[in-house]
Protein backbone atom coordinates (compact mmCIF):
# COMPACT_ATOMS: atom_id res chain seq x y z
CA UNK A 1 0.00 0.00 0.00
CA UNK A 2 1.40 3.18 -1.05
CA UNK A 3 0.01 6.96 0.42
CA UNK A 4 -1.82 7.68 -2.59
CA UNK A 5 -3.80 4.47 -1.96
CA UNK A 6 -4.77 5.04 1.29
CA UNK A 7 -5.50 8.93 0.35
CA UNK A 8 -7.97 7.18 -2.01
CA UNK A 9 -9.26 5.08 0.40
CA UNK A 10 -9.55 7.39 2.97
CA UNK A 11 -11.38 10.56 0.60
CA UNK A 12 -13.51 8.03 -1.04
CA UNK A 13 -16.95 8.95 -0.82
CA UNK A 14 -16.44 11.68 1.28
CA UNK A 15 -17.00 15.71 1.07
CA UNK A 16 -14.99 18.10 3.01
CA UNK A 17 -17.29 19.97 5.44
CA UNK A 18 -16.33 23.12 6.48
CA UNK A 19 -15.28 23.85 10.13
CA UNK A 20 -17.21 26.79 11.59
CA UNK A 21 -14.74 26.96 14.60
CA UNK A 22 -11.45 25.44 13.71
CA UNK A 23 -8.66 24.86 17.19
CA UNK A 24 -5.21 24.10 17.15
CA UNK A 25 -6.34 20.27 18.15
CA UNK A 26 -8.62 20.09 15.72
CA UNK A 27 -8.24 21.80 12.42
CA UNK A 28 -7.14 20.84 8.73
CA UNK A 29 -3.80 21.12 8.36
CA UNK A 30 -2.29 24.17 7.07
CA UNK A 31 0.36 25.12 4.32
CA UNK A 32 2.83 22.65 3.85
CA UNK A 33 6.51 24.14 5.33
CA UNK A 34 8.76 21.11 3.55
CA UNK A 35 8.12 18.70 0.98
CA UNK A 36 6.69 15.43 1.96
CA UNK A 37 8.24 12.09 1.76
CA UNK A 38 6.07 8.77 1.62
CA UNK A 39 6.27 6.31 3.85
CA UNK A 40 5.61 2.68 3.19
CA UNK A 41 2.45 1.34 4.65
CA UNK A 42 1.16 -2.25 5.80
CA UNK A 43 -2.58 -3.13 6.12
CA UNK A 44 -3.50 -4.32 9.47
CA UNK A 45 -6.79 -4.16 9.75
CA UNK A 46 -8.66 -3.73 6.59
CA UNK A 47 -12.46 -4.94 6.40
CA UNK A 48 -13.77 -1.76 4.51
CA UNK A 49 -12.78 0.32 1.63
CA UNK A 50 -14.36 3.39 3.15
CA UNK A 51 -13.08 3.70 6.65
CA UNK A 52 -13.79 7.22 8.22
CA UNK A 53 -11.17 6.93 10.94
CA UNK A 54 -8.14 6.14 10.44
CA UNK A 55 -5.55 4.63 13.41
CA UNK A 56 -2.10 5.15 12.88
CA UNK A 57 0.75 2.77 14.97
CA UNK A 58 4.58 3.09 14.38
CA UNK A 59 7.47 3.67 16.55
CA UNK A 60 8.30 7.66 17.24
CA UNK A 61 10.21 9.64 14.99
CA UNK A 62 8.36 7.79 11.83
CA UNK A 63 6.05 10.12 10.44
CA UNK A 64 2.72 9.46 11.76
CA UNK A 65 1.97 13.27 12.57
CA UNK A 66 3.73 14.24 9.07
CA UNK A 67 1.25 11.72 7.51
CA UNK A 68 -2.11 12.83 9.41
CA UNK A 69 -1.55 16.61 8.45
CA UNK A 70 -0.24 15.47 4.55
CA UNK A 71 -3.83 13.71 4.32
CA UNK A 72 -5.35 16.36 6.17
CA UNK A 73 -3.69 18.68 3.54
CA UNK A 74 -4.61 16.54 0.31
CA UNK A 75 -8.32 15.73 1.16
CA UNK A 76 -9.20 18.86 2.94
CA UNK A 77 -11.05 16.57 5.99
CA UNK A 78 -9.86 17.69 9.84
CA UNK A 79 -7.46 16.45 12.17
CA UNK A 80 -7.77 15.59 15.56
CA UNK A 81 -4.50 16.42 17.15
CA UNK A 82 -4.19 14.60 20.86
CA UNK A 83 -0.75 16.26 21.52
CA UNK A 84 -2.25 19.94 21.24
CA UNK A 85 -5.57 18.68 22.90
CA UNK A 86 -6.84 19.52 26.45
CA UNK A 87 -6.85 16.39 28.43
CA UNK A 88 -9.57 14.27 27.75
CA UNK A 89 -12.61 13.71 29.76
CA UNK A 90 -16.53 12.69 29.33
CA UNK A 91 -18.28 13.98 25.94
CA UNK A 92 -14.52 15.34 24.71
CA UNK A 93 -15.11 13.94 21.27
CA UNK A 94 -18.96 15.06 21.31
CA UNK A 95 -18.37 18.63 22.20
CA UNK A 96 -14.96 19.70 19.94
CA UNK A 97 -17.33 18.23 16.83
CA UNK A 98 -20.43 20.18 17.95
CA UNK A 99 -18.23 23.11 18.56
CA UNK A 100 -15.74 22.85 15.11
CA UNK A 101 -19.32 22.15 12.64
CA UNK A 102 -22.44 24.00 11.55
CA UNK A 103 -25.55 22.50 13.61
CA UNK A 104 -26.92 21.48 10.06
CA UNK A 105 -23.74 19.58 9.34
CA UNK A 106 -23.29 17.66 12.69
CA UNK A 107 -25.94 14.62 12.09
CA UNK A 108 -23.69 13.81 8.84
CA UNK A 109 -20.78 13.91 11.14
CA UNK A 110 -21.93 11.62 13.83
CA UNK A 111 -23.05 9.56 11.18
CA UNK A 112 -20.22 9.10 9.53
CA UNK A 113 -18.16 8.14 12.42
CA UNK A 114 -20.23 4.68 12.54
CA UNK A 115 -18.09 3.26 10.16
CA UNK A 116 -15.50 1.13 11.13
CA UNK A 117 -11.77 1.66 11.22
CA UNK A 118 -8.91 1.00 8.69
CA UNK A 119 -5.79 0.66 10.98
CA UNK A 120 -2.46 1.38 9.72
CA UNK A 121 1.24 0.48 10.66
CA UNK A 122 3.81 2.86 9.09
CA UNK A 123 6.80 0.80 8.10
Given at each position: MN???LKSILSTAKAPIALRDPSSSFSIAGKQSKAY???TFEKII???EKPTIIL?????VTGKTALAEQLSRDTGLPLLDLAKHKPVGDNTL????THAFEVKDISGVFAGLGVVPLAVEVG
Amino acid sequence: MNYYHLKSILSTAKAPIALRDPSSSFSIAGKQSKAYIEPTFEKIIFETEKPTIILVSAVGVTGKTALAEQLSRDTGLPLLDLAKHKPVGDNTLTGLLTHAFEVKDISGVFAGLGVVPLAVEVG
